[in-house]
DNA sequence: GTGCTTTCTTAACATACATCAATGCACAGC
DNA sequence: GCTGTGCATTGATGTATGTTAAGAAAGCAC
């Protein structure tokens, strides 16, 4: 399977090329068109996914119908919703298509067999749990700490590409504020930088 | 070494009896006194610790000389500074005591070296490091998707111990709110339920 | 192209939460 | 005992963000 996934394995993950082909031919490919749901609420989360192509989001709904994005995955991320994924509870969560997307579909049962057969992949697996761990903790600091303009510009700085994919109300989500308070930070922000 | 953490190892890591002194035997203990730092800002953390007695907490100050909790632990836990102690960077937050408080320390070669030694102490690791994530998204998505009563009113449920040994200024600042605010939140709430 | 939907913006108004300042209380040190 | 310090509460006021509603611009279906 010559593929995106048969590369990062190859050239990110470093992965051997004799463990290759018990990896990456272990795994099935699926496509979904935008708006597809890949997760829904209540589902008991079996997959990861590894994004090829395109781009989902994983996010909640409250009471109030209100979506909450907790995170967006453009191409070559690995998606899960973990806590289902490894504890085998139900989803609290959603993951849907923002674009037409292709994604590589494995479960936890590979990963565990990957490790074993390939310790370059048990570190790269390791890495992806800390570097998650990282942005989450910095999310949090941001969440807590500072304001809906600081949040703002600190992910059009980490995110640049993102930011031009995904409608607005959609940063707005993730920052955690409406749509409306997102417009009046740009307008504020564009006030101070003319340019 | 009879210890909180060799019971610890052997009752809930299920580290095998041959092993644990292999790794039981190789870590070092330091006892804090209340507000004692143990990580400042700016440092490498090289330690990861686990609490046998006691109450630490991570936190960050912003620009305005505030504080941020980002993480309290109790007796029983493992805490770190992950991003910097995985990745190598000066870290952002602080680390200190908020009572007296004994840590067994280590460091991650000896994460990396139990993991080789015991399958039990490995998937325990990942375990550690699933249910970090785990709680962290769930107060990301509260946190973006919440009010601060809902979020207050999941902490007590949370950490009903925790809620009687801290300060609420300290819970308001995990929560990101300010201590007036909470004040506020818990007088609502009492007058909606008298008991 | 025409119509329909979604997105973004703006404004007026509402609310949650922050700020500033004062008070009372509990507790530690002397 | 007194005194200082840290903490929680309260009130008056300020500000950031939410709500509701409307309209303009951009995209999509047909």
């Known amino acids: 399977m010559e593929s995106t996934f048969y590369n990062y394995l190859k050239k990110k993950v470093l992965v051997k090329s004799e463990h290759l082909p018990l990896l990456a031919d272990e795994v099935s490919k699926r496509a979904l068109s935008k708006g597809e749901l890949l997760l829904s609420e209540g589902q008991v989360c079996k997959n990861m996914f590894f994004m090829e192509k395109g781009l989902l989001r994983l996010y909640s709904i409250d009471e109030d119908g209100r979506e909450h994005i907790i995170q967006f995955a453009p191409e070559n991320w690995?998606?899960?919703?973990?806590?289902?994924?490894?504890?085998?509870?139900?989803s609290g969560f959603f993951i849907d298509a923002l674009e037409d997307t292709e994604v590589v579909v494995f479960?936890?049962?590979?990963v565990d067999r990957a490790s074993e057969i390939s310790p370059e992949y048990r570190t790269y697996n390791e890495y992806i749990l800390q570097n998650h761990i990282r942005h989450m903790q910095k999310r949090i600091n941001l969440l807590i700490g500072a304001t809906a303009e600081k949040r703002y510009l600190d992910?059009?700085?980490?995110?640049?590409?993102?930011?031009?994919?995904?409608?607005?109300w959609m940063v707005a989500s993730y920052l955690g504020i409406t749509p409306e308070s997102l417009s009046r930070v740009r307008r504020g922000l564009s006030q101070?930088?003319?340019e």
């Open 78 to 90: 690995f998606l899960s919703e973990r806590d289902s994924l490894y504890f085998g509870t139900p």
């Open 107 to 110: 479960d936890q049962q590979f």
């Open 155 to 168: 992910f059009i700085k980490l995110y640049p590409d993102l930011t031009m994919r995904i409608p607005q």
């Open 192 to 194: 101070k930088n003319p």
